[in-house]
């Protein structure tokens, strides 16, 4: 090798990142098909694909395959110990983390766009309407809303259901007797929604690249606005709260401590990534601390304060980060993009 | 707004019984080998030959934007960032809409909505309009003369029920709303695939196609509510900062009115052609290179709309060229 081509294999070199740690350690998959949708079980991490499958991930093994959907994995989500799936075959699946797969539900050419689960219920919506089921309970219980449902989320009691769609949310409240509802209006339109831990306030991101927020005690209404994208992905983080949002070109996170959240106060901003922009957010469990993911495959790790530096846990790879998930026992993450890789890496050096 | 791994997205107007669903399964089961999805509202009535089919509800809504008449498609947003999840690559999109149906928003989803126009273009509107039927329909539901006036092409379809004179006074009214439409004469939706697929017709590049041959002075005097166009042509270069204000302006003011506009500008100064297009208040603009060697440089501007007559767009426009 001559000096020139020497120092240029060095200068390359150079340029390229190194892997990193994780990178390194862990295992690289690569499926013909994006990665949609993801969750934490009791034993596993549940993964769902464009091709209709869902992937579970268990530590030690080889991930094994549910041939779920005739189509892409929209939605999916967990009681613990089962998986709920919808898809754009109009189906609602249960599915056991060994594979069994129950049909609840067929809309046939509607998709089934949101699903959720707490304890024995499990929802999902299509087109405008809700449908539950509770206990062992063979016929759903239809909630019916005035514009397509953007989003499902339980409260930490299971006994509060929100809905979001066009111009606001829908709380519904189960009663002894059925299922009463509230109304929380905001022009515009509503897709993900979420209680915040305690139950004290709702959140949704909306079409105009900005959250709102309701204190569900009075009603007063909390805009989180300023973000150059759509917020693709939100989530709690430690123990303040902090409601750390995609969006940006770092992860924005509101503090909802003391009596009024955000109200008049400055987010914090963290793991700045240049010019890219967050797509995913996922807490480091029993951390203050946050996992973010980018549009260009990179993902950076950042505690919840300004002057600390973040860490790379992976390098860009081209395309959108759209999972990132924390076994459940915090000894994995399981991280992956629209092109179909995943990265599934112990988290800590040691194990 | 170029990109090659855009999907195509077809728009399919026109009221109902004009023969929509007929065109529609003669592209599902003439193109061999492309795989399509099919978005439709009302389906049921007739079957749809695809095994890509979704059922939704066209779900208008207001943006919170500040944009007063700007309104999108929801269920398009939500449906097409959907399909660009699935593992097998489409080769086009099609969209019917319901015979009422306006078709501005579904228009304005792909200026509005980053990820859709990242992942889908807007190909072309396509118009089926019921040759026997249509002339009625213009003068009693507005949203056939935006139907109309929105359109790429037109395919006025029926025309085996017909005589040659009433098919000309249809093929007239349609003129005078849309005169840049093109218009296929057909039975049965019989027309050729390549002219109503894969069009382009909302790309930068294809305004410059606009012809300014039709140059009408002598509008009629049109009932308030008609849908009509005007175009200009200029010589003298205009004034950038002079253009962009009076066109800003105009947009912001009128735009409710103002159903379509396209244009190539010649801007003094500047060596690059400038192209614009728009939608009711939204709008896209670009350089689109040097204009060609030896030939003239003309402005034109066109407009589609309502009551463009008092909206002083030729003294607008005689206003921009440079002194």
Known sequence: MSDREKFLKEKISSLVPKETELESRGEHFHFQAPVTCSVTTSHSIAVGFGDGKVRVFFEGEKPRIIDAHNGVVLSIATNGEYIFTGGDDGRFLKLSQNGDIVEIANFNYRWVDSVASYKDSMVCSSGRNVYIWSGDQKKAKSLEHSSTVGGLAFDHTGKRLAVSSYGGVTVWERGERRWTSKRLVWKGSHSKVGFSPDGKYIVTSMQESELHGWRLRDKVDLAMRGYPAKIKSFAWVGDTPHLATSGDHQAICWPFDGKDGPLGREPVCVADCGKQISTFIEPLTGEKAVFVGFNDGSVLLSELDENKNPFVIRNPKGSEISAIAISPNRSHILIGDLDGHILWSTLWKNN | ?323
């Open chain 2, 1 to 323: 707004m170029n990109d090659m791994s855009q999907v195509p997205v077809t728009v399919l107007t026109g009221f109902l019984g004009a023969g929509k669903t007929t065109l529609l399964n003669r592209i599902l089961t003439e193109q061999h080998g492309q795989k399509y999805a099919v978005i439709v509202n009302e389906f049921g009535e007739q079957g749809i030959d695809n095994d890509l089919v979704v059922d939704a509800d066209e779900e208008v809504f207001e943006m919170n934007n500040g944009c007063i008449c700007c309104t999108v498609r929801g269920d398009l947003i939500r449906i097409l960032g959907g399909l660009m999840k699935r593992a097998d690559k489409l080769d086009a999109i099609i969209v019917e809409t319901t015979g009422l149906a306006d078709p501005a928003p579904v228009a304005q989803t792909f200026f509005v909505d980053q990820d859709v126009s990242d992942r889908t273009k807007l190909d072309a509107i396509v118009t089926v309009a019921d040759a026997v039927h249509l002339s009625s329909q213009l003068g009693e539901h507005h949203e056939a003369e935006e139907q109309i006036a929105f359109a790429d092409v037109v395919l006025l379809n029926k025309i085996d029920l017909v005589d040659d004179k009433a098919v000309e006074n249809v093929q007239n009214r349609i003129r005078k709303i849309n005169p840049y439409a093109k218009i296929i004469k057909t039975n049965h939706c019989s027309a050729p695939l390549t002219e109503v697929l894969g069009l382009n017709a909302f790309s930068l590049d294809r305004v410059l196609e606009v012809e300014p041959d039709f140059l009408e002075s002598d509008h009629d005097h049109e009932h308030d509510d008609d849908v009509t166009s005007l175009s200009f042509v200029s010589d003298t270069p205009l004034d950038m900062d002079k253009f962009q204000a009076w066109f800003g302006n105009l947009l912001q003011e009128k735009g409710q009115d103002i159903l379509r506009s396209k244009g190539i500008l010649n801007f003094e100064g500047r060596d690059d052609r400038y192209v614009f297009q728009g939608v009711h208040m939204l709008m896209d603009a670009s350089p689109m290179g040097p204009w060609p060697a030896g030939k003239d440089r003309s402005s034109r501007v066109v407009f589609i709309g309502r009551n463009l007559e008092t909206m002083n767009l030729q003294e607008g426009f005689e206003g921009c060229k440079v002194a």
